[in-house]
């Protein structure tokens, strides 16, 4: 069941504003059916001023109990940043079930804020990225944030598509560490055969998508990634896929048409100075 909640409540210093973390929607799905586990859903909006700067926000949780004193998260979980025009702003956070007599959960975490206009470093542009496929992409601002990405040609895909698939040192390298950690020979073969199987789903990128490769942590300091046209103007985007197999990651953008020869790149970058960092405390009164 979903409940509406008005209760309260986080409040942070934003220079001389205020941010403050406000629960809308609460889902409590505590069941019981064997290994079935459930979870408490929230959906929190921000509140206060200078949120029109920020281009997304994200949610991390420290600390989650129950008024019984069951730990609901391990506070290791960092979620993606979320763009701040999309559901009307509003954030979901996800911990896992309360013990079924408790009435009451208190959450302590931080809201991160990505506000671009802190750092001219954070937005960075590169003109005529695309006449150069399968080099890297020459910025100062991407050599000093430590962001390596290569724009890739249809060959430069399918070489780099040849080295993600297994072969049969990789193989011998998962049995050996598999054997060191103690998994049992038939649980090393499902995780065998569940990385072949994902090989099958690789395919061909549609035509006219920009193809960018580079490795997990490129691609976890980069927010969002546009195609500049003629006109500098961002071009339609229709689908925006990341692929990562353990380093190596290739990011899928699925223009509406062929970007031009002459087409830009702007990579919207998670720098340090472009973060902003709030405490929040919140206690859930549950139905």
């Known amino acids: 069941m979903r409940f509406l909640?008005?209760?309260?409540?986080?409040?942070?210093?934003?220079?001389?504003?205020?941010?403050?973390?406000?629960?809308?929607?609460?889902?409590?799905?505590?069941?019981?059916?064997?290994?079935?586990?459930?979870?408490?859903?929230?959906?929190?909006?921000?509140?206060?001023?200078?949120?029109?700067?920020?281009?997304?926000?994200?949610?991390?949780?420290?600390?989650?109990?129950?008024?019984?004193?069951?730990?609901l998260s391990d506070?290791?979980?960092?979620?993606?940043?979320?763009?701040?025009?999309?559901?009307?702003?509003?954030?979901?956070?996800s911990v896992r079930q309360p013990a079924r007599a408790a009435s009451s959960v208190r959450i302590k975490g931080s809201v991160e804020l990505f506000v671009p206009s802190r750092d001219p470093n954070a937005i960075v542009t590169v003109d005529k990225a695309l006449a150069k496929l399968d080099t890297p992409l020459s910025a100062k601002a991407l050599k000093a944030a430590k962001v390596t990405i290569t724009p890739l040609s249809p060959a430069g895909y399918a070489e780099t598509m040849k080295t993600r698939r297994l072969d049969e040192k990789q193989i011998a390298e998962i049995r050996a560490e598999g054997k060191k950690r103690g998994v049992s020979e038939k649980e090393i073969d499902q995780m065998i055969?569940?990385?072949?199987?994902?090989?099958?789903?690789?395919?061909?990128?549609?035509?006219?998508?920009?193809?960018?490769?580079?490795?997990?942590?490129?691609?976890?300091?980069?927010?969002?990634?546009?195609?500049?046209?003629?006109?500098?103007?961002?071009?339609?985007?229709?689908?925006?896929?990341?692929?990562?197999?353990?380093?190596?990651?290739?990011?899928?953008?699925?223009?509406?048409?062929?970007?031009?020869?002459?087409?830009?790149?702007?990579?919207?970058?998670?720098?340090?100075?472009?973060r902003m960092s709030f405490p929040f405390d919140l206690k859930v009164t549950l139905p």
């Open 5 to 71: 909640i008005a209760l309260l409540l986080a409040t942070a210093a934003y220079g001389q504003s205020g941010v403050g973390v406000e629960i809308d929607d609460v889902t409590d799905n505590r069941v019981s059916a064997g290994d079935l586990v459930g979870s408490l859903e929230l959906r929190v909006k921000l509140t206060g001023t200078g949120l029109d700067k920020a281009t997304a926000a994200r949610m991390l949780v420290k600390e989650a109990r129950d008024d019984r004193g069951t730990t």
């Open 75 to 93: 506070g290791t979980d960092k979620p993606d940043f979320f763009p701040r025009e999309y559901n009307s702003g509003t954030l979901q956070l």
């Open 193 to 274: 055969g569940l990385a072949k199987a994902l090989e099958g789903l690789d395919s061909d990128p549609p035509v006219g998508a920009v193809i960018l490769s580079g490795t997990k942590s490129d691609f976890d300091r980069i927010f969002r990634v546009e195609i500049l046209g003629s006109d500098g103007k961002p071009i339609d985007v229709s689908g925006r896929t990341v692929s990562t197999r353990g380093e190596a990651s290739i990011m899928t953008l699925a223009p509406a048409q062929p970007p031009p020869a002459n087409a830009s790149l702007q990579l919207y970058i998670l720098t340090d100075k472009a």
